[in-house]
């Protein structure tokens, strides 16, 4: 392993290649469930690097098969299915994209934006803004999630409603695949019809098919307003006829529709009491509402009042609040971001990450809550997610008098059949936008089709026949 250690340091220089000290930043996953170790870091500078690597390392394989030698791609390492970290055989090496971060090149004509896998998202967004133009990937980890990491698990976030998920957002790749060679994808076009689609077929690969190293994306004009509001309601039944409502009242104008429980909310209340969380009271849920507007702020303002009074007739919502200015509706929008971080502060909870049709969710959720409690009485729903495309982060809490180690450790394989299992019942999705990673592996082999598995192992024996690329994750051989 020396001789490969060394060979690498000549790639990419001895202060990128990490072998000692504390390497838990990339081999600790960020919810802190599991810490790997590594053979090490390597953190190369451009796709050139990342080709030699993988190349390197694929000959090493190759001529040393019981080394189990094997690549781990990582981006902001903010995942939360164990899907870009190390196992603990320290026969991994971690390949860490965040020293590619460079903005390539922007098309204003064109509306796209090409960048290198390591850039953050928060930072591309940015980049966009400061061209008048609109990069609509949005989620709470923005500020450290890569663009890398949101391909290779195709994120969502919370403007899916409008723009689709991250594969939407993408015309072209530039990918080193597991033998070290450089696809060059990067094309900015929006029709391409010769072959296989081989960009689709990276995306959400959680790194297990090659490593995506640059990607060109799509862009938008900014609105020239968005306006947001907090509406109170007391059922998913109800939110779901608000969702109807909006559709038809807003059109495409409607880019966010977030739903919050009450119980979710109160976490961030006790934990973040800085936050003023508006229109407590009794009703079970919220909604969050965003109306982006390519008119005016005063038609924005007009279709969104207009929306609330149909709402409030039709019984649609008890009560409700808009944003007067862009610094009250981002105070809205951290209230909800805040959820997930709220919650492990309670103490450690069993997350899912489902999607069922729209108009399957009520019913889902009033069924595997009756179901919940009934495995685990005095279990607490920690509800929250995009009901506008279908996707519930339908995450399950300790019940307030058990210990919550104790929960994860006796009831976690229990609470996720109860939910899997209804989750297939209601022809739904394991994993909506979090990818499958180490977590959901067993599961997936549950729930997937065998024609589709079959399909998908096709696939990587056939990309990578070494299984050299992220082992162990996604699927197994």
């Known amino acids: 392993m020396q001789t490969l250690l060394d060979s690498l340091r000549a790639i990419v220089g001895s202060a990128h290649v990490l072998t000692e000290g504390d ?22 500078a451009s796709t050139d690097d990342v080709a030699r690597v993988v190349k390197t390392c694929a000959e090493f394989r190759a001529s040393h098969p019981e080394s189990g030698l094997s690549l781990v791609p990582q981006g902001g390492n903010t995942g939360l299915a164990v899907g870009s970290t190390p196992d603990d055989s320290g026969h991994q090496i971690v390949l860490s994209l965040q020293r590619m971060n460079a903005m390539r090149s922007l098309d204003a004509a064109n509306l796209t934006l090409t960048v290198e896998a390591g850039c953050v998202l928060q930072n591309l967004q940015q980049h966009a803004q400061a061209a008048q133009l609109l990069f609509p990937l949005s989620m709470a980890s923005e500020g450290s999630c890569t663009i890398g990491g949101n ?119 006790k934990h973040f009491p800085q936050l003023r969380v508006p229109l407590q009271g009794e009703q079970a849920f919220f909604v969050l509402l965003e109306n982006s507007d390519h008119v005016s702020e005063a038609h924005a303002r007009t279709q969104f009042e207009h929306l609330l009074e149909l709402a409030f007739e039709q019984g649609c919502i008890s009560d409700a609040v808009v944003a007067e200015n862009l610094t009250q509706a981002k105070q809205l929008w951290h209230i909800r971001e805040s959820i997930p971080l709220a919650q492990p502060l309670e103490g450690l909870n069993i997350k899912h990450d489902i999607s069922v049709p729209i108009s399957s969710m009520a019913e889902f959720v009033a069924t595997t809550d009756a179901l919940l409690q009934q495995a685990i009485p ?76 079959d399909l998908m192992r096709a696939i990587k024996r056939a990309l990578d026949p070494h299984n050299l690329m992220n082992p162990g994750r996604v699927l197994r051989l």
């Not at 390497?23 to 190369?44: F, M, N, Y």
């Not at 947001?228 to 059109?251: C, F, K, M, Y």
Request: charged share 20%; aromatic share 8%.
């Open 151 to 269: 391909l290779g698990c195709n994120a969502g976030g919370t403007q899916v409603l409008r723009y689709g998920n991250t594969r939407d957002l993408c015309l072209g790749l530039e990918v080193v695949t597991a033998q070290g060679e450089i696809w060059n994808g990067l094309s900015g076009l929006r029709k391409d019809n010769t072959g296989y689609d081989l960009r689709d077929l990276f995306i959400g690969s959680e790194g297990t098919l090659g490593v995506i190293t640059a990607a060109t994306l799509k862009l938008y004009p900014l609105p020239v307003a968005r306006l947001t509001a907090w509406a109170a309601l007391p059922s998913v039944e109800h939110a779901i006829a608000l969702l109807g409502l909006a559709q038809r009242q807003l059109g495409a104008e409607l880019t966010g529709f977030e739903l919050m429980g009450a119980f979710a909310l109160s976490l961030v209340i």
């Open 378 to 453: 005095g279990v607490r729903m920690v509800n929250f997610g995009h009901l506008g495309d279908g996707n519930l982060h339908y995450n399950v809490q300790a019940p307030p008098d058990m210990d919550p180690a104790l929960f994860l450790r006796e009831h976690e394989k229990r609470v996720n059949s109860v939910v899997f299992d209804s989750v297939a019942r209601f022809q739904g999705s394991i994993s909506a936008e979090h990818g499958v990673g180490g977590l959901k592996v067993a599961q997936l082999e549950h729930y997937k089709s065998p024609v589709a598995l």
């Open 23 to 44: 390497l838990s930043a990339w081999e600790q996953d960020w919810r802190k469930r599991e810490h790997g170790r590594s053979l090490a870091v390597v953190r190369p």
